[in-house]
């Protein structure tokens, strides 16, 4: 099984940057795939960003040329550059890892973007 935990959320002003992390720990040899999804209060859970091998899907429209997913095999880590942060971005983001022909979710890291 595969543990997933996310970190590096925080309060950040609009405009600003933010890295998130995903570390996958436990029994399997490399992550297959990954996604970075968010959920606001209220609202349904969305898929922000998506990789498999390496290989970038396309980004959704709402954060083309500002969101960036890459990943570290060496670490066993996935990254979420967050750069020109809207008050809309403002949610608990979540890891998805695929690796062993499982799914598994963190527990979510929360970003507030506000002045």
């Known amino acids: 099984q595969v543990q997933v935990e996310e970190s590096g959320g925080g309060l950040v002003q609009p405009g600003g940057s933010l890295r998130l992390s995903c570390l996958a720990s436990g029994r399997f040899f490399s992550i297959y795939g990954s996604e970075w999804h968010r959920q606001a209060p209220g609202k349904q859970r969305e898929l922000v960003a998506a990789e498999t091998e390496g290989v970038v899907s396309d980004y959704p429209d709402f954060v083309k040329g500002r969101f960036t997913i890459s990943r570290d095999n060496a670490k066993n880590m996935v990254y979420l550059q967050m750069n020109n942060l809207k008050p809309e971005d403002s949610a608990v983001y979540y890891c998805?890892?695929?690796?062993?022909?499982?799914?598994?979710w963190g527990q979510g890291t929360p970003v507030t973007v506000s002045p």
């Open positions: 998805k890892i695929r690796a062993g022909g499982y799914f598994y």
